[in-house]
């Protein structure tokens, strides 16, 4: 009998949770823009807001482009594809707090 894929559903509806908070998120968040409203970011509820908007858009496309990757039969750069892209979302994650936090 075959061990259930614990991790895959996991990443599964992080990807899935990822996807609906960008497609509610990120269209209000323009509009408000286009309105002319802005954000102070010398506090740490705006600059909260925009660390979970970028992260889950990062980790959703870099998914993406990883599922992508399997779905077209690229099977033997799956795994180092995987470790890239898990090291650049984590880098790109890195230098955004950085960057927004410090």
């Known amino acids: 009998m075959n ?3 614990y991790l895959k559903a996991f990443l599964w509806f992080t990807f899935s949770g990822t996807a609906m908070l960008c497609a509610f998120i990120l269209p ?3 509009w408000a823009l286009l309105d002319g409203f ?3 970011l010398s506090w740490w509820l705006p600059k909260t807001y925009f660390f979970v908007l970028f992260s889950a858009a990062l980790f959703h496309s870099l998914y ?3 599922t992508i990757a399997f779905d077209i039969g690229l099977l033997r750069i799956q ?3 995987g470790i890239f892209l898990t090291l650049l979302f984590l880098a790109s994650l890195s230098a955004f707090v950085l960057k927004i936090f410090f």
């Open 28 to 30: 209000v968040h323009v």
């Open 79 to 81: 795994k180092p594809l």
């Open 64 to 66: 993406r482009v990883k």
């Open 38 to 40: 802005s954000m102070d």
């Open 3 to 5: 061990k259930p894929a």
